[in-house]
């Protein structure tokens, strides 16, 4: 359950499949190298703290992760989280709270929770990820229009406000290197897909900027030199009111970042046919994030595009997300100056394809076009995402998908007064309901029998207008019951006792039995009284008014 995939792998490990690990390693290490600046930067962070993080967690995912080829680092989804963060607390929460995260995702995989974050409502992953879509496009506009803008607003209203008021202050230079970049991204994959267009972007604007000296801004002259070297870790501070304000940003960032990795590990798993280990994967996850916070940088997940760019170039194992970052950690020693050299306008052309890949308009739109309750969900938790706060979008996301869910599980449960099916599942005629004894009301549940199915049923009992001397309910087509269903049959119970009603309760599957049996619903009613089957019910109805008439006084 536990044991890194890593380790399984290397065990048939040939020379030609290293080939293609190194191969597809190298590559998609030099694809990571502009997007983990980017990100950084759009997180409201210094751009070698991306590298950082790429290096650091992209290695432990890989090496000890549950995918064959999952790719871990910085990305784009996260942005909003940490942007928001930094701006509340400051670079120190966030180092605090990726730390926190870290230990959540590790605890939430030795707990097996693999396969439930795997049950995330789709529209809620559509919601929220548009709608970071649409606030990373949003953040890019100062740096792609090169506005003199001092101090950007966080929120969204506040940012546009801005951009409309400085737009007068556009710089045509930056707007030339944002749209050539734009171009190249997009275009070069048609030429070739061996070496990456955001590469070629990057490097064609960093010389054309730098030998033209065209008046534009770069990371440089925001940021300063970007150091050569890693840092040497860092244990946070960590006392009882820090970790008190920091266990909601880091909840974010651990679902967030579970529902990230996990999808991008099915997406693998769809393009080279095997299997990952969900819970091993959360626990890498968890490690990387602790790394990447001792080491100064920012949060990590499994990186969807750059798994894909990995397989596509021949990665079968995670010897290819180890070359991965040791070449992202020999660019650090060798080059990591002169990215200090790279225009912000580029940056922001490559941003903004990363925005538009994210967007998933169409599925987006295919939602709004179908059930309503999943286009509510789907458009309430992209507009809380872009209005308001990510974390809030994905708790309030959660609970209205719950409290949706559960309303069409209250709809599929009904409740008859009279049986409709025989117990073959045959329809039953208005000449054979006379089979029920006089005397007898049936009542028969269909569907799950939780808290809003039970109101139902109490609320069914209330139209009988003649008091029976049996009640008969039939529960062949319940499948599961809850606590508040079984405290509706104990309020029956105790009704019919109070007007000497005689309660049966037949055909039980056996996952109901066992709760009945669990809750001592048996005893209570009485074994005799809990029957197999509708014809047994009514022989035990024949008894009980029987019993009943030679119990009344001549």
Request: some cysteine.
């Amino acid at each position: 359950m536990f044991r890194p995939i890593l380790f399984e792998t290397l065990k048939k490990y040939s020379r030609r499949q290293f080939y293609g690990d190194l191969t597809a390693g190298l590559i998609v290490g030099i694809v990571a190298l502009p997007l983990a600046i980017a990100f950084a930067i759009a997180s409201g962070v210094s751009p070698e703290k991306g590298l950082y993080t790429a290096i650091i967690a992209g290695f432990i995912i890989s090496a000890f992760g549950g995918s064959r080829v999952q790719i871990g680092g910085p990305t784009g989804a996260f942005i909003v989280i940490v942007y928001g963060i930094v701006q509340e607390y400051g670079v120190n929460g966030l180092i605090i709270a990726t730390f926190i995260a870290g230990v959540m995702l590790a605890v939430m995989g030795f707990a097996r929770f693999g396969n439930v974050i795997k049950y995330i409502p789709h529209p809620l992953i559509v919601g929220f990820t548009a709608g970071i879509a649409v606030i990373i496009f949003s953040s890019q506009m100062k740096d792609f229009f090169g506005l003199d803008i001092a101090s950007v607003p966080a929120d969204f209203i506040g940012k546009w406000k801005a951009i409309a008021h400085h737009f007068s202050s556009v710089n045509l230079y930056d707007i030339a290197i944002g749209c050539g970049t734009l171009l190249l991204v997009i275009l070069f994959p048609r030429i070739t897909r061996i070496i990456p267009g955001s590469l070629v972007a990057v490097l064609l604007a960093t010389a054309v900027t730098n030998l033209f000296h065209l008046p534009v801004e770069t990371i440089g002259s925001r940021f300063g030199r970007i150091p050569n070297t890693l840092p040497a870790p860092v244990m946070p501070d960590l006392d009882w009111n820090t970790i008190k304000a920091s266990i909601r940003p880091a909840f974010a960032i651990a679902v967030l970042g579970g529902i990230e990795s996990l999808l991008s590990a099915v997406v693998a798993d769809g393009m080279t046919g095997g299997t990952h280990k969900s819970n091993m994967e959360l626990v890498a996850q968890g490690g990387a994030n602790i790394a990447s916070a001792l080491f100064g940088g920012i949060p990590a997940t499994g990186a969807i595009a750059r798994t894909a760019t990995n397989i596509r170039n021949g990665a079968r194992t995670p010897v290819a997300g180890i070359v991965h970052a040791l070449t992202l950690l020999i660019i650090l020693l060798l080059a990591g100056q002169w990215a200090s050299l790279i225009p912000m306008s580029c940056l922001a052309g490559i941003l903004l394809v990363v925005a538009y890949n994210m967007s998933e308009y169409r599925t987006f739109f295919r939602l709004l076009k179908g059930d309503r309750s999943d286009a509510a969900v789907m458009l309430t938790t992209f507009l809380l995402t872009v209005l308001f706060d990510l974390t809030v979008a994905i708790e309030v996301g959660m609970v209205l998908a719950a409290f949706l869910f559960m309303r069409k599980m209250v709809q599929m449960s009904k409740v008859n007064i009279l049986p409709r099916e025989d117990n073959n599942g045959n329809s039953v005629s208005e000449t054979q309901r006379s089979k029920i004894p006089h005397g007898v009301e049936v009542f028969e549940l269909r569907g799950p029998f939780f808290f809003g199915a039970a109101y139902k049923f109490k609320d069914s009992l209330q139209v009988i207008e003649k008091k029976p001397q049996v009640l008969i309910v039939r529960m062949g087509h319940v499948p599961l019951i809850d606590a508040t269903g079984l405290h509706a049959i104990e309020d029956v119970l105790r009704m019919c006792r109070r007007d000497k009603i005689r309660l049966i309760i037949c055909e039980l599957q056996p996952p109901v039995h066992d709760e009945f049996k669990k809750w001592r619903l048996l005893f209570k009613i009485g074994k005799r009284y809990v029957t197999e089957d509708l014809p047994t019910a009514y022989i035990r109805a024949e008894e009980a008014m029987q019993t009943s008439t030679k119990a009344k006084p001549k």
